[in-house]
């Protein structure tokens, strides 16, 4: 008996062993960053069995070999549709700021979606205004609306956006939503939904999650774009889901969500069109052939004067796109850099990049909530302000509720507006949506909100982060350890 208990024993040992060096190994031959490579290493090391577990649901980008045949089948399509941009009419460079022209460059090399001009863009800076605003596009739609959002949360004024779009299907307007598996889960599985589908509202769910596809699939890769499209010809993104925050969240003691919109009008809008229905595509299984003439894309009017360089960004589709642009927007900084984000985890390079800032003399604003949804990311971010504010960086502290806009202004020159966190799973891992604006005008409105949320922010006093206890060091810098995989 004590034999048998011996080899058992032994066994199990070995075996674990065994799994845990090769899956170590397997790691450090994927030769990713050395923080995301550390981060694993530690959890598959340090939990025996159940690290080895956690890496195999969570350690890698599977996307599933079905849905990879998909994009490769449509891939042709829209590479040959965006080489037709490119020969539109081109942007007067010598007009911007000389930064401009490199990051457009770079992420025309890697996405292949030229900068645009020609746009108006309308800032929505309150939920409000933006779903009323988006109420009244869906009641003038003469042909489609189209919606991708990471959350759809029943009540209030999101309920009013459902009951538009039912009426714009009875007039016989083609509406198509994609939710987001994880983030819509209680709406998909809902009531309401299937009542939207009875009146002839298509939704799809986008990377269905579930305990047996978490086998096959890494079911945390997560469709984070927040798109609206209306008759091809007018377009919504920025941070904001399809949620009225007097219904949302109320209980995580965080205060009222705050997000920022812009309502876009333009050449650009053909772009966007363009990303929703490769989406779409994908995740309802429908050819591109099919849906193209229904999709409404199409060459659209110039209606202003801004130059918009829509940024997809995710897994499978040039993967270090955003966060290679965001170092090179950094970088390009002179004067002044604001950031606004509600989750502030990013890697060395992009603390080094504003550090560098600072170092330089550009005067580094991050504006972050002072409490936020997450404990892990608050502990993981408290870790890095100190190196930040040591080196000059003005951490803000935003007490008015979770302050979810994700912007970043330039030498009041230019500026980003998108879904886009600054945390490695924005940065690797979801599947995000980002405008480049080329535009003093709109940068100039965008950095008035950012200093319009100022007034509701304190700055982090470096003499108390130094006084902070053991334990709360030792919490963040824990936390610090698993940052790269949040």
């Not at 649901?57 to 070999?65: A, H, I, K, S, T």
């Not at 990879?68 to 965006?82: M, P």
């Not at 205060?255 to 595509?281: C, H, K, N, Q």
């Amino acid at each position: 008996m004590n034999n048998f208990y011996w080899i058992f024993t032994s066994s199990i040992f070995l075996a674990d062993l065994a799994i845990r060096m090769g899956l170590a190994l397997r790691v450090i031959m994927r030769k990713r960053a050395a923080s995301v490579t550390l981060a694993w290493l530690v959890v598959i090391l340090f939990l025996p069995l159940v690290g080895a577990i956690i890496y195999l649901l969570f350690g890698e980008n599977r996307l599933g070999e079905k849905r990879a045949e998909r994009v490769a089948s449509d891939l042709h399509i829209f590479t040959r549709w965006a080489k037709h941009l490119k020969q539109r009419p081109a942007i007067d460079w010598n007009q911007l700021n000389p930064e401009c022209r490199p990051i457009h460059r770079q992420a025309n090399t890697v996405i292949g979606l030229p900068a645009m001009g020609g746009n108006k863009l309308t800032l929505i800076e309150k939920t409000g205004d933006f779903l009323r605003s988006l109420v009244i596009d869906i009641d003038q739609a003469r042909s489609t609306c189209f919606l991708e959002f990471y959350i759809w949360n029943e009540g209030g004024l999101a309920d009013e956006v459902a009951e538009a779009l039912i009426r714009a299907a009875r007039r016989g307007i083609t509406c198509r939503i994609l939710l987001d598996s994880i983030g819509s889960k209680l709406f998909l599985r809902g009531e309401r939904a299937a009542g939207m589908r009875a009146k002839g509202i298509e939704i799809v769910e986008a990377l269905p999650a579930g305990i047996i596809r978490a086998f096959f699939v890494r079911i945390d890769l997560r469709n984070h774009r927040k798109i609206v499209v209306i008759d091809g010809r007018i377009a919504y993104t920025g941070s904001q889901n399809l949620v009225d925050p007097r219904f949302f969240k109320q209980n995580e003691n965080v205060g009222r969500w705050i997000d920022t919109m812009v309502r876009v009008e333009g050449p650009v809008v053909e772009a966007m069109t363009a990303t929703f229905l490769s989406d779409w595509t994908i995740e309802s299984h429908a050819s591109v052939h099919d849906l193209i003439d229904l999709a409404d894309i199409h060459p659209v009017e110039k209606i202003g004067e801004a130059p918009v360089q829509l940024v997809p960004s995710g897994p499978g589709f040039a993967e270090e796109a955003i966060h290679n642009l965001l170092l090179t927007t950094i970088y390009a900084a002179r004067r002044e850099l604001i950031l606004t984000t509600p989750y502030f985890v990013p890697d060395n390079a992009i603390l080094a990049a504003l550090k560098s800032a600072a170092d330089r003399g550009v005067e580094v604003t991050i504006i972050v909530p002072e409490k936020n949804d997450s404990k892990l990311v608050h502990y993981a971010s408290n870790a890095l302000y100190e190196r930040l504010a040591m080196a000059g960086v003005r951490i803000m502290l935003f007490t008015e509720g979770l302050l979810h806009a994700k912007t970043i202004t330039v030498d009041n020159d230019f500026s980003l507006i998108g879904s886009v966190n600054l945390d490695m799973r924005s940065f690797w891992l979801n599947f995000e949506l980002t405008l480049f604006v080329y535009n003093k005008e709109f940068t100039a409105e965008l950095r008035k909100i950012q200093q319009e949320y100022l007034q509701g922010t304190y700055q982090l006093d470096t003499e108390r982060l130094k006084q902070r206890s053991f334990f709360d060091r030792f919490k963040e810098n824990s936390a610090l350890v698993v940052g790269p995989l949040l």
